[in-house]
């Protein structure tokens, strides 16, 4: 198992049950197939620039491992979901 860091970010419009069933989504993909280390919602940041005419959004971060499979799957539900604007995936070398 190597071990993950996903960060992704939500519509800041989205009603706080929705975002909750988002995250609890990509939550339960993690969990099918490896552990979640540690959820960090940083909430309602303004964006680095203007994504579609959105100026700010709800950020997540997720530590997580996982086999190699997880990752790719996460990927595929993010670019299919209307919920994400952005995300980021990136695997962390042990030294």
Not at 37 to 45: F, M, T, Y
């Amino acid at each position: 198992m190597r071990k993950y860091e996903v960060m992704f970010i939500l519509k800041s419009n989205l009603e706080e049950e929705k975002r909750n069933a988002v995250i609890e989504k990509f939550k339960g993909i993690i969990e099918a197939d490896g552990e979640i280390e540690k959820v960090d919602l940083w909430g309602n940041r303004k964006l680095a620039y203007e994504i579609n005419k959105i100026n700010d959004g709800y950020y997540v971060v997720i530590n997580f491992k996982a086999s190699i499979d997880v990752p790719k799957e996460l990927d595929r539900n993010f670019r299919i979901s209307d919920d994400v604007m952005r995300h980021l995936i990136v695997n962390l070398e042990e030294k």
